[in-house]
């Protein structure tokens, strides 16, 4: 199934900063059945039913798919990203959070800072979760406490992140967590292509297969410092290709079976 959140009603101009996404109506969660969206009556991962309202899905704008409570990130996942910064591969899983305000959805802007001379693109696979766990033993099936997956940028200001210790300023600004276009349930993550274009040329490409730790592990790895409720966002960190966002630029994070997730940059005030 894949599930979103929607407005039913475009607004009159594009939200060129997140203070004006708030402004819209509130979003609706729903079902994307071929060409239309069917309302559902509360978020995907609490007992739910299909509503009386139905759309064309050419009409409504998405919103992000979800609200999470808090956004836990995995970095230096993939061998060859580890070493284009210069780092080497964890011995064990790397985690950060990003704040929950840091998030915008399809097409929203991403809006450059004025503290970072270097801002960049980081695509990724993220999975939603959907039931509460902790402390998941190896025994345990940690993917079944995973409603979907959808994409992720986790938009990074570089330059930040390698002068401050810890990664929350560069990691956390307004706008730096694109997610979209939706949650995808029927996806096997072991292997699927993970690609970041910039202006329509490629810049990211690998497959989940080259995680070092994949998305199960994780799942139970994560689980056992902080508990994981539903809503919950981990972001599975990004393969090599990272580069530079520029005003002007669009960004577009597409995941083979899920869906491309496409964001403007723009300066601030532009
Ligand atoms: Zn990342």
């Known amino acids: 199934m894949k599930f979103c959140r929607f407005f039913t009603a475009v607004p009159a101009a594009p939200a060129a900063h997140s203070g004006e996404a708030a402004q819209r109506s509130t979003p609706l969660y729903g079902v994307?059945?071929?060409?239309?969206?069917?309302?559902?009556?509360?978020p995907p991962w609490e007992a739910w039913s299909r509503a009386a309202g139905s759309w064309k899905f050419a009409d409504v704008r998405l919103a992000a798919p979800v609200q999470p409570r808090k956004i836990v990130c995995v970095g230096r996942n993939y061998a060859a990203h580890a070493a284009e910064l210069g780092n080497d591969v964890p011995k064990e899983p790397l985690i950060f959070l990003k704040p929950s305000t840091s998030l915008v959805g399809p097409e929203d802007a991403i809006v450059l800072t004025p503290y970072s001379q270097r801002v960049e693109h980081e695509g990724e696979l993220a999975m939603v979760i959907?039931?509460?766990?902790?402390?998941?033993?190896?025994?345990?099936?940690?993917?079944?406490?995973?409603?979907g997956y959808t994409c992720l940028n986790d938009v990074t200001a570089r330059d930040l992140q390698k002068s401050d210790v810890q990664f929350t300023r560069a990691k956390g600004f307004d706008t730096f967590c694109p997610v979209g276009?939706?949650?995808?349930?029927e996806l096997t993550p072991t292997d699927v292509l993970v690609e970041t274009f910039v202006n329509g040329a490629r810049r990211q490409s690998g497959s989940t297969s080259l995680m070092v730790y994949p998305c199960a592990f994780l799942v139970r790895?994560?689980?056992r410092m902080m508990t994981l409720e539903p809503g919950d966002v981990i972001a599975t960190g990004t393969p090599a290709g990272v580069g530079p966002l520029l005003s002007g630029d669009s960004v577009e994070v597409r995941i083979a079976g899920i869906g491309v997730l496409r964001n403007p940059v723009h300066a601030r005030n532009a």
């Open 130 to 147: 959907g039931k509460r766990c902790s402390h998941l033993a190896e025994s345990d099936d940690a993917l079944s406490y995973v409603l």
């Open 181 to 185: 276009p939706h949650i995808e349930t």
């Open 32 to 42: 994307i059945e071929g060409d239309d969206v069917r309302e559902i009556s509360g």
């Open 221 to 223: 790895w994560i689980s």
